[in-house]
């Protein structure tokens, strides 16, 4: 895979759900570094086309390529290795509400990297001031943000 290839490619995605065509025939390429929004109606099939994108979703027909890899294709323990490399977020934030705003930043990194605890509070401060929260949101609950800190949390 070269630095111009795209890191998601789609080709010829098809879903449907009975006789409802949510997809058909479509294409689209994400490149290294690019921001892409999908807006539309409620119903218009925005996250089916996420779903299907990162395997959540079998499309009925059409091919999803990520990092180069065909994700129909890959075998589990490929998979989790992939999905390793990001995060999805539908609708709402996806907080853990016992945890504080540091503690769910801190979960991958646990989960994946056991990292020492002083690391992983450096990390998560940095994080949390790089999407625009104040330094005191690492020590909050969900609960106690606003809908908007919670989805830049």
């Known amino acids: ?4 290839d795209p890191i998601i490619r789609v080709r ?4 449907q759900f009975g006789s409802q065509v949510v997809h058909d025939n479509l294409d689209l390429d994400v490149r290294r570094g690019e921001v892409l929004g999908i807006v ?3 119903g218009t099939g925005k996250s089916v086309l996420l779903r299907s994108i990162v395997g959540l979703q079998r499309p009925t027909a059409g091919t999803v390529t990520v990092l180069g890899r065909t994700i129909s294709e890959m075998e589990e323990e490929e998979r989790k290795r992939l999905e390793q490399q990001w995060g999805i977020l539908f609708q709402d934030g996806a907080l853990f509400s016992a945890l504080t705003v540091a503690e769910n930043v801190q979960v991958p990194y646990r ?3 056991g990292l020492p605890l002083d690391l992983m509070d450096e990390l998560a401060a940095l994080k949390i001031t790089m999407v ?3 330094s005191d949101a690492c020590t909050k609950y969900p609960s106690e943000l ?3 800190m919670r989805k830049r949390a």
């Not at 895979?1 to 111009?4: A, E, Q, S, V």
């Not at 010829?12 to 879903?15: A, E, H, I």
């Open 12 to 15: 010829g995605l098809r879903n």
């Open 111 to 113: 989960e994946h990297l």
């Open 132 to 134: 625009g929260l104040p």
């Open 146 to 148: 606003s809908g908007g």
């Open 40 to 42: 539309g109606g409620s």
């Open 1 to 4: 895979m070269t630095d111009d």
